[in-house]
Each structure stands twice: as C-alpha cells, then as structure tokens.
C-alpha cells in the first residue's frame, strides 16, 4: 500500500479560479512534508516544506497546510494561471533518513 | 550553477541491450539519487549515494548498477535492458541526508527510456 495518497487524481479549473489538492499519508515518524511541482517533461522543483509543527506555510498564490495528527496536507492554489499546469507531488520525508515517500501527483489544467 | 543535467534526454532500446544514463551536479552535493517514474505512479528510488566510492540500493534496484567515483557524477547503467525498464529516470541530488529542512532534494530533467 502506497504510504501517501493524492486526490484527486487529475482536475481542470478554468484560469483565475481556486483549487485545493489532497494528500493523506501513514509514514511515522515524519521529519518534513513538501509539495512539489512538476511541469510536464521536467523534474520536480520543491514547492513548499513543513515540519511536523508547522500547520501552514505559503509560496505565492501556493498555500500547503498540515494536520499532523490526521495525517493530511492539502495544497490551495489561488487566481489559478495557465502556468499553473502540471503535476503536484506529495512528498513525506521519514524522520532519520532521506528515503522519500512519494505520492502518484494530482494532474491539474488550468484552461483559458 | 547549472544543477543536476542528465543525459541522454531520450533513448530507445532493443530488448537486451545495455546503456549508460550520465547525471552530473554542481552543486558539490554528497548525496545523490536515481529514480524512475512510471506513468501515474510515484517515483520510486533505485539507487543512492552518500559519497564518492558509496552506494547503496534503494526500492528498485533490480537491473540496474551504479558506480560514483566521483562527487559529481553518478552514472546508471542498464546492462540487460528489458520492457519493463521503460520510464522516466530522474537523479536528483541533496547536501544532507538528515531528512531535515536543508537537504531538498533537486531534480535533474529527466531522461525518457522506451524499451522494445
């Protein structure tokens, strides 16, 4: 069983509008949690990270909060722009090593 | 800096086949990474490194080597390429490993493999 889980797995949002993506994970102990962005045929660039904490932390128009005692993230997008498209990876860092758990991403298009 | 570059961008293969996908970074990072993403799934770590002469297996390592003599460098190698090896490889590269604020991870472009 996948140890983050995104949802949903793919949206659309006109341009301009707001989106809110999800993520629920069990890794535990957990040092850091981070959004990235992964443009299409790119790697991904850290968006946001938060400590355990932490219940918020902001990118310009990217917001990512956490509960860490439900164990779930979610990241908003505000005044969505074309740019905006790409995949939005969950990422939750293991307290005491680097072996990062990934989740699938959630797909977003922004449309004109 | 130019950060992590990766070549081949693409590749096809024959079944059988091997080849060398190169990652470099400037960024005098100890910690290196590979990874393959899969379409609709997560990416998922073959290998890494803690250092020059150190490696370790990661989730997937099944097919692939690596060597990294090198800080810079940490080549994979495919020495019996396979279908079931088509995907995206990513490397990435960080300066810590404690899992803590400092060591994000950066991320190479990609290489695109297809295996037939």
């Known amino acids: 069983k996948n140890q983050v889980e995104q949802s949903p797995q793919s949206l659309i949002i006109l341009e301009g509008k707001n989106c809110t993506l999800q993520?629920?994970?069990?890794?535990?102990?957990?040092?850091?949690l981070r959004w990235y962005k992964q443009d299409t045929g790119r790697g991904p660039v850290s968006l946001t990270i938060m400590t355990f904490s932490e219940n918020t932390k902001s990118n310009g128009r990217y917001t990512a909060t956490l509960d860490a005692d439900t164990k779930q993230s979610s990241l908003h997008i505000t005044a969505s722009q074309l740019s905006d498209s790409a995949s939005y990876i969950c990422?939750?860092?293991?307290?005491?090593?680097?072996?990062?758990?990934f989740g699938k991403g959630n797909q977003v298009v922004v449309i004109p | 800096n130019a950060g992590v570059t990766q070549t081949p961008k693409f590749r096809i293969l024959k079944i059988g086949q091997s080849m060398t996908l190169q990652c470099t970074q400037d960024?005098?990072?100890?910690?290196m990474y590979w990874y393959r993403q899969d379409p609709g799934m997560g990416l998922k770590l073959i290998y890494y490194?803690?250092?020059?002469?150190?490696?370790d297996k990661g989730e997937v390592p099944n097919g692939y080597n690596v060597s990294r003599s090198t800080t810079e460098d940490f080549p994979l190698r495919l020495e019996l390429a396979a279908p079931s090896q088509t995907s995206v490889y990513f490397c990435?590269?960080?300066?810590?490993?404690?899992?803590?604020?400092?060591?994000?991870?950066?991320f190479g472009p990609g290489t695109r493999l297809t295996v037939l």
């Open positions: 490194s803690v250092g020059a002469g150190i490696t």
């Open positions: 993520c629920n994970y069990t890794v535990s102990p957990f040092s850091n």
């Open positions: 960024m005098n990072h100890n910690y």
């Open positions: 990422v939750v860092i293991p307290y005491g090593n680097n072996r990062l758990a």
């Open positions: 990435a590269s960080s300066s810590r490993v404690s899992g803590g604020l400092e060591d994000t991870q950066y």
